[in-house]
T-cell receptor
Framework: AQRVTQPEKLLSVFKGAPVELKCNYS??????LFWYVQYSRQRLQLLLR??SRESIKGFTADLNKGETSFHLKKPFAQEEDSAMYYC?????????FGKGTRLSVIA | ETGVTQSPTHLIKTRGQQVTLRCSSQ?????VSWYQQALGQGPQFIFQ???????GRGNFPPRFSGLQFPNYSSELNVNALELDDSALYLC??????????????FGPGTRLTVL
């Protein structure tokens, strides 16, 4: 079975502080992992995917197969990063989402 | 290039009724996926259509059905509505070949309320 766990419902950080949004997954095969983001009053959009190995808006995520994790990190949080973040896995089905973490960056 | 559009924006139905939700794919995309997002939850995969054929289905009962048309637009039909069907329904389109899953582009969603 495919499963994605995001343990934190809400994460509040101060502007300029480091951010880490946790994501753990369960899948027996080789998964594709994604982070999707939803800013206020906007639609869900792709932030980054592990196979691209990109840094988008200062965010990075490394797939750790040993720990089955795909945590999202940013060294210095900005107010515009406040949003809902979803970790998602693509294995046997297009996307299995976690429940999401709301990131609130405090000025 | 136009993005994914969905209609209607909001809908209120009563238990036992039937509903049809519509989605227009992003230009050039041949695959449509539907998701249900209950309050406080992440989107949950309902099914996907590729070239007018169902190409994968999540854990939803048969009263959830769909169609994809030659222009790649799509419909989600739900029969015998239940209170728990109240949710945001998201449509996502992508350019895919067979079972390879590429980046999905989401629509704004249709908010369904079942009374």
């Amino acid at each position: 079975a495919q499963r994605v766990t995001q343990p934190e419902k809400l994460l509040s950080v101060f502007k300029g502080a480091p951010v880490e949004l946790k994501c753990n997954y369960s899948y027996s095969g080789s998964p594709e992992l994604f982070w999707y983001v939803q800013y206020s009053r906007q639609r869900l959009q792709l932030l980054l995917r592990h196979i691209s190995r990109e840094s988008i808006k200062g965010f990075t995520a490394d797939l750790n197969k040993g720990e089955t994790s795909f945590h999202l990190k940013k060294p210095f949080a900005q107010e515009e990063d406040s949003a809902m973040y979803y970790c998602a896995l693509s294995g046997n089905t297009p996307l299995v989402f976690g429940k999401g973490t709301r990131l609130s960056v405090i000025a | 290039e136009t993005g994914v559009t969905q209609s209607p924006t909001h809908l209120i139905k009563t238990r036992g009724q039937q509903v049809t939700l519509r989605c227009s794919s992003q230009s050039g995309h041949n695959t449509v996926s539907w998701y249900q997002q209950a309050l406080g939850q992440g989107p949950q995969f309902i099914f996907q259509y590729y070239r007018e054929e169902e190409n994968g289905r999540g854990n939803f009962p048969p009263r959830f059905s769909g169609l994809q048309f030659p222009n790649y637009s799509s419909e989600l039909n739900v029969n015998a509505l239940e209170l728990d069907d109240s949710a945001l329904y998201l449509c996502a389109s992508s350019l895919a070949s067979g079972r390879s899953y590429n980046e999905q582009f989401f629509g704004p969603g249709t908010r369904l309320t079942v009374l």
